[in-house]
């Protein structure tokens, strides 16, 4: 039952770097009798120092094995432990550049603005230079009509008074229809002067009214260009978009490709790592046996008192050969 028991302490992690001595003086002196219990405690004893300990190869040195539990420990406590580096901080993603077709369709937008602002302007500069020069045809033509009407009345009375001069003895009569030749004759003058300053006012606001013509004609030519503009960034913006969503979905799509190549890949390098762990498995299962059936002869040598030290020195050495090999097989990754 012992020997059970002590069988099993090699098979488990923490008995994995045991120190196993080169001699042993516990079983030097001890009856055939007592083989048992002796051989029990002394490795029981082995395996309790040993537990300290995280790997056999650091206290194998020669043929003995044996390691001092201080020096492990001194070792142990100048590991440094390892320094966890914080990661800088992110910096901001930078905004995205503005396209060049979505700067054309605002410029275009701004221009159109500013052309609609223009032409309104001089939709209002016309229209008052138009009222204006309406006014001054309309005042044109009264004066040419009062002018036409006193050289009518000018006539008239003139026809009047060489007719009394022929016919009429009467002087008074005549120097009455004389004084009426004047008052036309001095009315056509005052007609005709205010045709002249209504022919002068009617050139000014015909000039402003062809000034206001030419500058609402220039407006409404910008602002049918940009009207154009805008459509024309807008088709620009449309193409823009679609050859944006179509490198989109090839991205897309590409993406997806690399994702299941990379799937395929992991799932293959899966499999080779089980594999690879199935493999391992075997020889740490195969390695465990051994050790066990090597403590099962150990112990057997033991139990004889004529064995040799020889043969001792050389089952230990194995022995821990062994455990050593599978502390290394387990520890790899």
Do not use: H, W
Not at 108 to 135: F, P, R
Not at 248 to 267: I, P, S, Y
Request: proline share 3%; glycine share 2%; with cysteine.
């Amino acid at each position: 039952m012992r020997l059970t028991c002590l069988a099993s302490l090699f098979l488990v992690p923490s008995a994995l770097a045991f120190v196993v001595p080169p001699t042993a003086p516990a079983f030097a002196n001890t009856r055939v009798g007592n083989n048992n219990d002796a051989l029990y405690m002394s490795l029981q004893s082995d395996v309790e120092k040993a537990a300290f300990s995280v790997f056999a190869g650091a206290v194998i040195a020669s043929s003995s094995i044996a390691a001092p539990l201080s020096a492990f420990a001194a070792d142990k406590s100048a590991t440094a432990a390892p320094v966890v580096k914080v990661a800088p901080a992110a910096k901001a993603a930078k905004a995205a550049p503005i396209p060049a077709e979505k700067k054309a369709v605002a410029n275009a937008k701004i221009n159109l603005e500013s052309a609609q602002q223009q032409l309104t302007a001089v939709q209002k500069i016309y229209s008052t230079a138009k009222g204006a020069d309406d006014k001054a045809a309309a005042a044109l033509k009264a004066a040419e009509n009062k002018v036409t009407s006193k050289k009518k009345e000018l006539v008239a009375a003139n026809d009047k008074l060489v007719d009394a001069k022929a016919k009429s003895k009467d002087l008074k009569a005549v120097e009455g229809l004389a004084d009426k030749v004047g008052t036309a004759r001095t009315a056509l003058k005052g007609a005709e002067g205010e045709l002249k300053t209504t022919k002068a006012a009617r050139t000014q606001t015909a000039k402003a009214l062809s000034t206001a013509t030419s500058q609402q004609q220039a407006s409404e030519k910008i602002m049918a260009d940009a009207k154009k503009n805008v459509q024309k960034a807008d088709e620009g913006l449309k193409k823009y978009n679609k050859r944006v969503a179509e490198q989109t979905k090839k991205d897309a799509a590409l993406k997806k490709k690399k994702a299941a190549e990379a799937k395929k890949v992991a799932e293959k390098q899966k499999k080779k790592d089980k594999k690879i762990a199935e493999e391992k498995a075997k020889i740490i299962k195969k390695k465990e046996s051994e050790i066990k059936s090597l403590s099962k002869e150990r112990a057997k040598a033991a139990s004889q008192e004529n064995q040799s030290k020889k043969s001792m020195e050389s089952s230990d050495a194995k022995l821990a050969r062994e455990l050593k090999e599978l502390q290394k097989l387990k520890g790899s990754k």
